[in-house]
């Protein structure tokens, strides 16, 4: 079975995806697929593109915000919130291990004024830890 982790009603997370879990998600109810996982960072893993084609063939929308070496961008965090936003149900967001989706989401709740006390304990409750971006999910949140 597929290591998908829920972080609320709405979003889940977890590492890279193989073709076959997009069956997975979509038994759970996922409606969208985001990678957050740039082309080429692990040659053997399936690229965006197949994964693409694997949610489009499953009926499943798939949205790339690639996360690489660089952090996290305003506009990425926007794309996250759009991406979350025009979903028709759950998303799953994946990347090498799942903590790059989690550190995203937690930046785009901060950004919709959840509360930073509660997206800590959120995360930590799927096995992420979102100290390395504690000051940014400040911020955000007191705007």
């Given at each position: 079975m597929s290591d998908f982790r829920r972080l609320n009603e709405n979003v889940l997370v977890g590492p890279q995806l193989a073709l076959e879990d997009i069956a997975d998600a979509a038994a759970l109810g996922v409606n969208t697929i985001v990678n957050n996982r740039p082309d080429?960072?692990?040659p053997s893993a399936p690229q965006g593109d197949a994964i693409a084609a694997a949610a489009a063939a499953a009926g499943l929308n798939y949205?790339?915000?690639p996360i690489g070496h660089a952090g996290?961008?305003?506009p990425q965090v926007d794309?996250?919130?759009a991406a979350m936003e025009q979903a028709e149900g759950?998303?799953?967001a994946y990347c090498r291990s799942g903590t790059r989706s989690t550190l995203l989401w937690a930046?785009?709740?901060a950004k919709q004024g959840e509360d930073p006390e509660t997206i800590a304990h959120t995360a930590a409750q799927a096995g992420y830890d979102v100290s390395p971006i504690r000051?940014?999910?400040d911020m955000?949140?007191?705007r």
């Open positions: 080429g960072e692990e949205v790339a915000i996290f961008s305003g794309a996250m919130i759950p998303i799953l930046l785009a709740a000051a940014m999910i955000l949140a007191a």
